[in-house]
């Protein structure tokens, strides 16, 4: 059964800290994994991985993907208080064209 | 626990007409999303139902709407289909509180609208 799992589910950090979140997924006929955060209610797109080992960076938040031991990073460096969200990581499939999401890892970040 | 349902999986239709997909959210669930999930936009949101009431709304056109039932089984309902609505669908159930913060949500596997 395809699974995307997150770790850990849920982090409490002080602002400044960096934190790394973890995906790690098996299913078949992978195609990309893609990381979003959710603040409310609508999940908003950071970034989607296809290759290994290239990072993927946006300003203080990067990620890479690792597709021999099946897992993605997300790490956010110099946290703020506004990096409070839910980190969602879905993993899309080719051939029965579906995407898997984990439960998320709920952040918070402490002023 | 079973998880999110959501039918039917596939579905092709031509434009012009109009479709309704269906979610059944885990049980005890009150709260039902929807999202578009297109190659190009991303994950968009359309809307969310809680207790049968739509609580938040994306940017979609009017003919897009929703509903949600007694048992919290929710469905979309798309009229008059164009070609850029094809895309996968999505449900997400969560038992939300309402606190303000994002309830950790379930997703269902999709239902993939081709519009021809």
């Known amino acids: 059964e395809d699974k995307v799992v997150q770790s850990p589910l849920s982090l409490v950090v002080h602002e400044g800290d960096t934190v790394t979140l973890n995906c790690s997924y098996e299913v078949t006929n992978f195609r990309s994994l893609l990381w979003y955060k959710q603040e409310k209610k609508a999940p908003t797109f950071l970034f989607m991985l296809?290759?290994?080992?290239i990072e993927k960076k946006s300003g203080r938040l990067s990620s890479i993907l690792d597709k021999k031991e099946l897992f993605s990073i997300l790490n956010i460096t110099a946290t703020q208080t506004g990096d409070s969200a839910v980190y969602l990581c879905?993993?899309?499939?080719?051939?029965?064209?579906?995407?898997?999401f984990g439960k998320g890892t709920r952040l918070h970040i402490l002023p | 626990k079973a998880g999110v349902t959501q039918t039917p999986r596939y579905l092709i239709k031509t434009r012009g007409q109009q479709v309704t997909l269906s979610c059944s959210p885990i049980s005890g669930h009150r709260s039902v999303s929807w999202y578009q999930q297109t190659p190009g936009q991303g994950l968009q949101f359309l809307f969310e139902y809680f207790s049968e009431t739509q609580r938040n709304k994306g940017n979609f056109p009017g003919r897009f709407s929703g509903r949600q039932f007694s048992n919290s089984r929710s469905e979309m309902n798309v009229s008059t289909l164009e070609l850029g609505d094809s895309a996968l669908y999505l449900c997400?159930?969560?038992?939300?509180?309402?606190?303000?913060?994002?309830?950790?949500?379930?997703f269902g596997p999709g239902t993939r609208l081709t519009v021809l």
């Open positions: 997400a159930s969560s038992f939300s509180q309402g606190t303000g913060f994002a309830d950790t949500q379930y």
């Open positions: 879905a993993v899309e499939a080719k051939g029965d064209d579906k995407i898997i």
């Open positions: 296809t290759s290994s080992g």
